[in-house]
């Protein structure tokens, strides 16, 4: 059920195909005549800054609990309550704790993962961990749920609600208008409505109409497939705290497959970015891979998404921010979005309470800016190396031989893992570090000798 604060916030506005109509200016001279011209640093007197978060995955779900939190009047419209996102679904350590996530949404804690070569060379990564760190493998459709309920529970206002558009982002002299279907009532089409906000925070998702209505520009994207397999109990055993990841041309050319452990199946897919179209070919090989390990599984559920490759070039816009994929927060080389979407939905509702003083006064894209700021500054490192090590160790199969050697090495395991897990660059000891060029750099020239001989057909 809708509060009575969200009731109310819809008396009085046109619903259904009024709102089409162009009637701009009298929505300004009403919003005028209400005390809703917009200044920043305005106080507001007899309400609190309202603010729509679009999208109910990670991102949007933890916005909407700092902003409730926070004391800001807030609404979370999610389409898709039950929403199953294509997603491997890892999470590292620090987000447990971060996020206050409680075991029960954890299906396994993997504290072991293989990685595997095109030549199916398996390499054990892991073994610098201790009894008390793990990755965490999750459900999307278990942690967003929880996510959202939790949020909910906090005060925001949960709509069963489809984005349609905004037509002014809050850059003119009035409220921002949220134009979406409401599914409230179980309706299959979905009844027209409006809503009067101050803030909108954009988190719905790769192909986000929020990022489409501020014009925040493209990026290229990869399209990650993924089949849930349920799979005999002996098998099961095998992978109850172990993850695979493959690398190889036929699994992806430029990225890479994996079998991540569920509560009582396992996830098995690959994701590409320059050859979209063979991705079902992509599949096929991903699972001929692992096919002896998971030989009489059953595929329960085959699920496809798009994967943003890199921030949007404007993710802020009037009084719009975007946050998580609609903004484009997934490293590359290791496809990473739930940690990122998570913590970038809380930094700007952060920004958003701190900017407005606890909901009671207006802010203009300035106050938004502050929290694009914060969050280059702290990430922009992280997707800048992560990206050049995808283009050095993804180009060819023996770039990717390369890769899964060097994952050998514990001093390699150990700063991934802590980088990994507690999100910070761990400072390394200067002789490893020497060590460890001198190693990368020697596994690169073994790397472009061979592919020069396959090339060449020498050894052939």
């Not at 109910?56 to 409730?68: D, I, N, Q």
Request: charge should be neutral; hydrophobic fraction near 35%; proline fraction near 5%.
């Amino acid at each position: 059920m809708l509060s009575a604060k969200f009731q109310a916030s819809l008396s009085g506005i046109s619903l259904g195909p009024k709102l089409s109509e162009p009637k701009r200016s009298r929505t300004a001279m009403q919003a005028a005549s209400r005390g809703l011209v917009y200044a920043s640093g305005a106080p507001l007197t007899d309400r609190k800054l309202r603010v729509a978060v679009i999208g109910g995955g990670p991102a949007g779900a933890c916005a909407a609990e700092t902003l409730a939190k926070g004391g800001c009047e807030t609404y979370l419209i999610e389409r898709k309550m039950d929403n199953c996102k294509p997603c491997g679904g890892a999470i590292p350590l620090c987000m447990v704790g971060e996020f206050d996530l409680p075991e029960e949404i954890i299906d396994r804690k993997v504290t072991k993962m293989k990685m595997i070569s095109p030549s199916n060379r398996a390499v054990d990564v892991g073994q610098t961990l201790n009894d008390k760190e793990y990755i965490g493998m999750c459900r999307r459709e278990v942690m967003d749920d929880f996510l959202r309920k939790r949020a909910n529970s906090l005060g925001a206002n949960l709509v069963n609600g489809l984005f349609m558009k905004i037509e002014d982002p809050g850059q003119g002299n009035g409220p921002i208008l949220v134009q979406y279907n409401d599914y409230e009532e179980e309706s299959k089409t979905g009844v027209p409505k409006t809503l009067e906000v101050d803030v909108v925070i954009g988190a719905d998702g790769a192909n986000s109409r929020v990022a489409k209505c501020i014009d925040a520009g493209e990026y290229d994207y990869a399209i990650a497939f993924q089949e849930r397999i349920k799979i005999p109990d002996e098998k099961m055993e095998y992978y109850k705290d172990l993850a695979e990841m493959y690398v190889g041309d036929d699994v992806s050319p430029d990225f890479y497959g994996w079998v991540f452990p569920k509560y009582d199946h396992v996830a098995v897919g690959t994701g590409t970015v320059v050859n979209k179209t063979a991705i079902k070919q992509y599949q096929t090989a991903m699972r001929n891979r692992a096919e002896e390990k998971c030989e009489g599984g059953k595929i329960i559920r085959v699920e496809a998404h798009p994967i943003p490759e890199h921030p949007r070039p404007n993710r802020v816009k009037g009084r719009v921010a975007l946050v998580g994929d609609a903004a484009g927060y997934v490293t590359k080389c290791s496809g990473e979005g739930i940690y990122f979407a998570a913590k970038s939905g809380r930094m700007a509702a952060e920004a958003v309470v701190e900017q407005s003083m606890n909901g009671t006064k207006e802010i203009d894209e300035s106050d938004l800016r502050v929290y694009l700021d914060k969050w280059d500054r702290k990430y922009w490192a992280t997707y800048k190396v992560l990206d050049i090590l995808q283009k050095v160790f993804y180009r060819s199969n023996p770039a990717r031989e390369a890769f899964v050697e060097m994952c050998a090495d514990e001093y390699v395991q150990k700063m991934t893992f802590d980088s990994y897990l507690y999100k910070t660059v761990v400072p390394g000891n200067p002789l490893d570090d020497a060590k460890l060029l001198a190693n990368t750099v020697a596994s690169l020239v073994r790397s472009n000798a061979l592919r020069i001989a396959s090339k060449s057909g020498i050894g052939a």
